[in-house]
């Protein structure tokens, strides 16, 4: 690792006031959940997205999707938060208010370390919801549904999905507004672990150097984002946070 851009970054980190953390896949490598674009591990180097993470895909065969969601979440339940989660979690706790963490990350590991407000640009892995919008009154609660694969409700036939935002979907509501005012807001901003391929989520690096903060990267591969970078920390995350924000 690139012994200035780490003493860059720590000093920028201490004199920070506002803090925006934005987390990608690489963030959870570490605790075994594989990354999407990573060359031979990276789940859109074996897997379709198009059938397994868009909404015409699950219609068109809704038990290969589900089955392929439930072993998926069957991972995150296993993994634990590794040292950049709990890093993060640490250096936000010391600094109440002062840092917001936004994740594309599905799975809970930043909120398992501690960071239970981060923002979840791209949903939930382990929630369920319906398909289809349920037209009941009151709405019917996807954890009641039949036990298959997928869940149907047994009132209307309305299939169970995981709560996750397949491409083409819109994000969560509110969730893109309250990230982006932290780009807007921090002085600095530490991005971990993501290619910064999937829109509108990697505008958000983009808001911040333009507002005028401070931007470090770190990864141990190149980035679509790096030519937004001050500092690029080439490493991994487990490794290169404590290092980074134990100090700062
Ligand atoms: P990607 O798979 O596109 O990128 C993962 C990044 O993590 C790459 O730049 C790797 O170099 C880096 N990386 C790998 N191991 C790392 C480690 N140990 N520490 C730090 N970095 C490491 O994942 P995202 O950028 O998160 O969408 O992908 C964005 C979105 O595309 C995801 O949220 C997902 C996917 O389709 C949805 O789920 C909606």
Known sequence: MDDA??????QRLQGAGAVCVFTGAGMSAESGIPTFRDALTGLW?????????????????PQLVWDWYAERRAGVRRAQPN?????????ARARPGRVTVVTQNVDD???RAGCTDAIRLHGDILQDRWLDACAQRPACDPAQADAGRPPRCGRCGNRVRPGVVWFGE??????MEAAEAAARQCELMLVVGTSGAVWPAAGLVHTARRAGAFVAIV?????????????????PAARVLPELLHHS
Do not use: T
Request: zero cysteines.
């Open 5 to 10: 851009a780490l003493a860059a970054a720590r």
């Open 45 to 61: 180097s074996r897997f379709d997205p198009a059938a397994l993470a868009s909404e015409e895909g699950f219609r068109a065969d």
């Open 83 to 91: 040292a950049g989660h709990l890093a993060i979690a640490a250096f």
């Open 109 to 111: 590991l930043h909120q």
């Open 170 to 175: 819109l994000l969560p509501p509110g969730a």
């Open 219 to 235: 990864n141990p591969h190149p980035s679509e984002i790096d030519d937004q970078a001050h500092a690029v920390l080439r490493g």
